[in-house]
């Protein structure tokens, strides 16, 4: 959900078979808050997943090509904000909108598996997401990474 009430969404979804499922052409859209209108968001965007509304309601967070992107909420300024060899999903804003949270799946060290990062939102480069990174959640109750096993959110 959007702050002004306006939802967001994604054309595609993902089977529980693992293949893609796309209803509408692949791209971000704005469902407002009377659910009466339907306004897509850019364009180009190649089966973006996942999205998740910034806590100012002015930018989107999303999975598109295994990594996490950026884009206003007015379709400019889209960025990719993760890059690297594993594959980051489901995002979540900080309360700030300073960083975003994230599930990556890949090498994380000692071993392979979902672990939490948290990146910048607006990383003059993108953020690499690897073993040697320094984006990993500790999990201080049992001394490791922390497993999310679906979506994040940060309250």
Not at 28 to 46: E, H, M, P, Q, R
């Amino acid at each position: 959900w959007a702050p002004d009430g306006s939802l967001i969404l994604s054309a595609s979804i993902t089977n529980y078979d693992g293949a893609i499922s796309t209803y509408l052409p692949a791209g971000l859209y704005k469902v407002d808050k009377n659910f009466t209108s339907v306004t897509a968001i850019g364009s180009g965007l190649t089966i973006p997943q996942f999205p998740s509304v910034s806590p100012d309601g002015t930018k989107i967070s999303f999975e598109m090509n295994s990594h996490i992107w950026v884009i206003g909420m007015d379709g400019t300024g889209q960025k990719q904000v993760t890059t690297g060899p594993n594959s980051e999903t489901y995002s979540d804003w900080s309360p700030d909108g300073s960083e975003i949270a994230t599930v990556s799946y890949g090498d994380v060290g000692l071993s392979a598996g979902n672990s939490m990062a948290i990146i910048s939102s607006n990383p003059s480069t993108p953020t690499t997401v690897s073993p040697s990174a320094s984006v990993w959640v500790q999990d201080k109750n049992n001394g490791g990474l922390l497993n999310p096993q679906g979506n994040v959110s940060w309250k």
